[in-house]
């Protein structure tokens, strides 16, 4: 969906706009004194520049005057050395921009990353993968070009028109109020179309994250898009959602072009004014036609500045537009976050406790109601209940990935919400039922579990999780990369390397969800073998989806509509008429 038009903040454009340009300044002041050499530069290269019909005025009015080659001379030599100092200092200010402008862009791309990174699950149930990346990569790029050559280029024209009007006014200030009479009216119609240049731009940013948000989710799906021979289907909501972004574009382009040439049609209004009403003063021997060759070059040089100036600025307002998205996203705070008197977890034992537990995702109902047990270190507790119960919000609360609305988790007798949540986290394993393996290697795969771990350790995790064998005959070994580009690992497999992982981490308390997809026999009964050999003095948590794993659990919590119905060991829960024996009746439960 389309944000933009809705969002309050495009009622107070030129505020927000100079709130966002001095945001992206802030993030130059590291490099400030290279920026002020910058300036520096560009304002010389500019002189240097603005010289030369000064030049060309002296060669009129006093060498074909006083037939003069001496002076001739003279100035060719002078103007020569003007254009090497000119090359040379606009050379450095380019590049020092360029510079700046790309060295600021690589900072805000790594820190809205690093904040992305930061952001709690919440706000990714509520964002668009694919929105976020385009965020990251086409709105980041927009400012970056804006950034970089646009930004150095405004400075050498905004040099250029200051120093062109003060020379005008200099050689003479009457025929200089024809052009500067112009500037007034064009600033205001540039505001006018600058504002209106953002908003499309900002609306077409969205436009493009959607677009990247529905190609990355139908590729992402691909097997459902082919067993449901949705192809076309999936093309249409694709050239759907490009079309609109074309006629943004086009609405975009058409008021450009349109403010660009109105501008040009002003100035050159006015030169022609400068032409008629100059040459009427020489006639009148008022002026030169040496100040006059002058004045119009200079006139040439404020009508190309405003010009160019009007088109920079049309595309930092896009800019502006993008950027205003990325702080967006920047601005939001996580919402689990670490009071300040947050205190390390100590190393854990395993004792984890729910007392009174009320959860709900959104502001009304509850997910998990009143929920209370207590799981004593080492121990195997299995959620068991119908789809939808509230099992994996469970899981969800142990690592404090959503704050509780009311009751206490603690651990080891802490209440999570005092502690540190990277060192909460860092003690908690998870095996997840639909595995993540990342494009890098195997060994790597493993070693997501701790960084820190020696090859060595890996072998013997691998070893433990019964994937040692198959890992040895990749043809790599553990080199073997994974993924797309990679080697294609059976379901049993991946399972293996992500317990692998867990055990790598040895972390007290564990986090599982069984896989429902039916492994064949033997690797079953290799991955099950390798989670008992995981479980092993850890608190385990299992959603579970095998009979073998209720009956072997130490209490079975049986869960409806985020209630604990009943709980306790399989034996009491079986003799007793209630859930869970419908549950094991029905073989087993949530699919
Ligand atoms: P289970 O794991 O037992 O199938 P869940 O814990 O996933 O159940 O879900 C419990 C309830 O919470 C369900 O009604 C589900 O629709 C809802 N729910 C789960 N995740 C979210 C979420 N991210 N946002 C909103 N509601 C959610």
């Given amino acids: 969906m389309n944000t933009a038009a809705t969002n309050p903040d495009e009622r107070l454009p030129s505020t927000e706009l100079w709130?966002?340009?001095?945001?992206?300044?802030?993030?130059?002041?590291?490099?400030?004194?290279?920026?002020?050499?910058?300036?520096i530069l560009a304002a010389l290269a500019t002189g240097a520049w603005l010289a030369i019909p000064l030049g060309l005025r002296s060669m009129l009015d006093s060498v074909f005057e006083q037939g003069d080659r001496h002076l001739l001379n003279v100035i060719a030599i002078g103007m020569l050395a003007l254009f090497i100092?000119?090359?040379?200092?606009?050379?450095?200010?380019?590049?020092?921009?360029?510079?700046?402008?790309?060295?600021?862009?690589?900072?805000?791309?790594?820190?809205?990353?690093?904040?992305?990174?930061?952001?709690?699950?919440?706000?990714?149930?509520?964002?668009?993968?694919?929105?976020?990346?385009?965020?990251?990569?086409?709105?980041?790029?927009?400012?970056?070009?804006?950034?970089?050559?646009?930004?150095?280029?405004?400075?050498?024209?905004?040099?250029?028109?200051?120093?062109?009007?003060?020379?005008?006014a200099v050689l003479n200030w009457r025929l200089s109020l024809i052009v500067f009479g112009v500037v007034p009216p064009v600033v205001l119609v540039s505001r006018y179309f600058g504002?209106?240049?953002?908003?499309?731009?900002?609306?077409?940013?969205?436009?493009?994250?959607?677009?990247?948000?529905?190609?990355?989710?139908?590729?992402?799906?691909?097997?459902?898009?082919?067993?449901?021979?949705?192809?076309?289907?999936?093309?249409?909501?694709?050239?759907?959602?490009?079309?609109?972004?074309?006629?943004?574009?086009r609405h975009r382009a058409l008021i450009t072009a349109f403010f660009s040439s109105g501008i040009g049609f002003f100035f050159l209004l006015s030169m022609t004014t400068i032409f008629w009403y100059g040459g009427s003063e020489v006639l009148e021997n008022r002026l030169t036609a040496g100040d006059l060759v002058a004045f119009l070059i200079y006139a040439t040089n404020i009508t190309r500045s405003v010009w160019g100036i009007s088109r920079l600025y049309s595309s930092l307002n896009s800019a502006a537009g993008a950027s205003e998205r990325i702080f967006q996203i920047l601005d939001t705070i996580p919402e689990i976050n670490d009071n300040e008197r947050a205190v390390v977890m100590p190393f854990l034992k395993g004792r984890v406790s729910f007392s009174n537990v009320s959860f709900s995702y959104e502001k009304d109902g509850f997910n998990l109601n009143q929920v209370s047990f207590v799981a004593n270190e080492g121990e195997t507790i299995a959620l068991v209940g119908p789809s939808g119960s509230g099992k994996s919000t469970i899981m969800h609360l142990i690592p404090r990935f959503y704050d509780v609305q009311s009751g206490q988790i603690r651990i080891d007798g802490i209440d999570i919400k005092t502690v540190q949540t990277q060192s909460l986290r860092q003690q908690i394993a998870v095996v997840a039922q639909d595995i993540h393996l990342f494009g890098?290697?195997?060994?790597?795969?493993?070693?997501?579990?701790?960084?820190?771990?020696?090859?060595?350790?890996?072998?013997?995790?691998?070893?433990?999780?019964?994937?040692?064998?198959?890992?040895?005959?990749?043809?790599?070994?553990?080199?073997?990369?994974?993924?797309?580009r990679g080697v294609k690992l059976s379901g049993g497999q991946r399972q293996r390397i992500a317990?692998?992982?867990?055990?790598?981490?040895?972390?007290?308390?564990?986090?599982?969800?069984?896989?429902?997809?039916?492994?064949?026999?033997?690797?079953?009964?290799?991955?099950?073998q390798a989670l008992e050999r995981l479980m092993v003095g850890r608190t385990s948590f299992?959603?579970?989806?095998?009979?073998?794993?209720?009956?072997?659990?130490?209490?079975?919590?049986?869960?409806?509509?985020?209630?604990?119905?009943?709980?306790?060991?399989?034996?009491?829960?079986?003799?007793?008429?209630?859930?869970?024996?419908?549950?094991?009746?029905?073989?087993?439960?949530?699919?």
């Fill in 85 to 168: 100092v000119q090359s040379l200092m606009s050379f450095g200010s380019h590049y020092l921009i360029d510079w700046i402008g790309s060295r600021v862009i690589t900072d805000l791309r790594q820190k809205v990353y690093a904040h992305l990174c930061q952001l709690d699950l919440r706000f990714y149930t509520n964002h668009r993968l694919g929105e976020l990346t385009s965020r990251l990569g086409n709105d980041v790029g927009t400012i970056r070009s804006a950034a970089t050559t646009d930004l150095s280029q405004l400075l050498m024209h905004n040099f250029s028109l200051l120093g062109s009007i003060i020379l005008m």
């Fill in 195 to 249: 504002q209106k240049i953002r908003r499309i731009s900002r609306q077409a940013q969205d436009r493009l994250a959607d677009t990247t948000a529905v190609a990355e989710e139908a590729l992402g799906a691909i097997r459902v898009v082919k067993a449901f021979t949705r192809e076309s289907y999936e093309v249409r909501r694709y050239r759907n959602e490009t079309e609109a972004l074309f006629k943004l574009n």
């Fill in 19 to 39: 709130r966002t340009w001095k945001r992206i300044l802030r993030l130059s002041k590291p490099y400030f004194l290279r920026l002020i050499f910058s300036f």
């Fill in 440 to 484: 890098i290697s195997v060994a790597e795969n493993i070693r997501y579990g701790r960084l820190e771990a020696t090859d060595s350790e890996i072998i013997s995790a691998a070893k433990a999780a019964n994937a040692d064998q198959f890992i040895h005959d990749l043809p790599e070994g553990y080199d073997s990369l994974v993924g797309e």
């Fill in 499 to 528: 317990i692998a992982r867990a055990i790598l981490r040895d972390a007290r308390i564990l986090l599982l969800d069984e896989a429902t997809s039916s492994l064949d026999s033997e690797s079953e009964a290799l991955v099950q």
């Fill in 542 to 591: 299992i959603i579970a989806h095998r009979l073998s794993t209720v009956q072997h659990a130490d209490c079975i919590i049986v869960l409806d509509s985020g209630k604990v119905v009943q709980s306790g060991s399989h034996q009491t829960l079986f003799e007793q008429d209630g859930l869970y024996r419908r549950l094991c009746s029905l073989q087993f439960q949530d699919p």
